[in-house]
């Protein structure tokens, strides 16, 4: 029995340390300067414009992080049209969406 809650106790802490690597490390995140209970969209428009200052073409924002770091989820911003344009039509990952081409021509322009 003292090996199984060893066993279940050293799966959840790997468990919970695959969670919290740095999954993108090229990414940069811009964290909000409250806590995630207080964040709002104040702190929001403040890390976008920050995003912009810096001049990046994408970042990451936290908008969620709960159940002890278990359930997290990040806002990610792509300010290069030529970027987003690049990942949304081309990738073979999301799937090359050819509904999306008139979007980014409309974007591009008015951009």
Same mark, same amino acid.
């Given at each position: 029995?003292?090996?199984?809650?060893? !066993?279940?106790? !050293?799966?959840? !802490?790997?468990?919970?340390?695959?969670?919290?690597?740095?999954?993108?490390?090229?990414?940069?995140?811009?964290?909000?300067?409250?806590?995630?209970?207080?964040?709002?969209?104040?702190?929001?428009?403040?890390?976008?414009?920050?995003?912009?200052?810096?001049?990046?073409?994408?970042?990451?924002?936290?908008?969620?992080?709960?159940?002890?770091?278990?359930?997290?989820?990040?806002?990610?911003?792509?300010?290069?049209?030529?970027?987003?344009?690049?990942?949304?039509s081309k990738s073979e990952a999301v799937?090359?969406?050819?509904?999306?081409?008139?979007?980014?021509?409309?974007?591009?322009?008015?951009?």
């Amino acid at each position: 029995m003292l090996y199984e809650v060893g !066993a279940l106790c !050293a799966s959840l !802490a790997l468990f919970r340390w695959w969670l919290n690597r740095e999954k993108h490390p090229n990414l940069p995140h811009i964290l909000p300067g409250v806590p995630l209970k207080d964040d709002g969209p104040f702190w929001i428009v403040k890390g976008y414009l920050e995003g912009h200052r810096r001049n990046l073409p994408m970042y990451s924002y936290p908008l969620l992080d709960t159940f002890c770091g278990l359930l997290k989820l990040n806002l990610h911003v792509i300010n290069d049209p030529i970027k987003s344009k690049e990942i949304f039509s081309k990738s073979e990952a999301v799937g090359g969406h050819m509904e999306m081409y008139p979007w980014w021509y409309l974007m591009q322009e008015y951009r």
